[in-house]
């Protein structure tokens, strides 16, 4: 399911499919989230631990999986560095106008019967006539 949340940030980076960062391109195809580092002979560290693919674009992966970290493009003794975050809303609800309405409903219906087993739980008592001497 889907949420707006989901939406803001499809629509965040649909506006920038290409963000230029420092010598580092970030690029979004099919929610595959990549870095593109621009110097020559670059390779790429992530907290401190040089990646072994000396490619200059590194694949972070699906979005879906919440890539995160501090990445730094290393070309000769220029360092570039981008944090990136990626947080996506997997176990949203869609709030439509079906679902608050069910909402509605199923609230309404389940006072409607809380009311009624009160009134048939306080009504069942019966008084016996006072018996006063005169």
Same mark, same amino acid.
């Given at each position: 399911?889907?949420?707006?949340?989901?939406?803001?940030?499809?629509? +965040?980076?649909?506006?920038?499919? !290409?963000?230029?960062?420092?010598?580092?391109? *970030?690029?979004?195809?099919? &929610?595959?989230?990549? @870095?593109?580092?621009?110097?020559?002979?670059?390779?790429?560290?992530?907290?401190?631990?040089?990646?072994?693919?000396?490619?200059?674009?590194?694949?972070?992966?699906?979005?879906?999986?919440?890539?995160?970290?501090?990445? +730094?493009?290393?070309?000769?003794? !220029?360092?570039?560095?981008?944090?990136?975050? *990626?947080?996506?809303?997997? &176990?949203?609800?869609? @709030?439509?106008?079906?679902?608050?309405?069910?909402?509605?409903?199923?609230?309404?219906?389940?006072?409607?019967?809380?009311?009624?087993?009160?009134?048939?739980?306080?009504?069942?008592?019966?008084?016996?006539?006072?018996?006063?001497?005169?």
């Amino acid at each position: 399911m889907n949420c707006y949340l989901h939406f803001t940030w499809l629509l +965040i980076l649909a506006l920038s499919k !290409k963000v230029i960062c420092n010598n580092i391109d *970030v690029e979004l195809k099919n &929610n595959k989230l990549s @870095l593109k580092c621009n110097g020559e002979n670059s390779f790429w560290k992530h907290e401190d631990l040089q990646l072994m693919d000396a490619n200059k674009t590194l694949l972070l992966g699906s979005v879906w999986d919440d890539p995160r970290g501090q990445y +730094i493009c290393k070309e000769g003794s !220029k360092e570039h560095t981008i944090d990136v975050f *990626v947080r996506m809303c997997q &176990n949203c609800v869609e @709030l439509d106008f079906g679902t608050i309405s069910g909402f509605i409903v199923a609230d309404i219906i389940m006072i409607s019967l809380i009311a009624m087993a009160v009134y048939c739980v306080s009504g069942s008592e019966t008084r016996r006539p006072a018996r006063g001497k005169m």
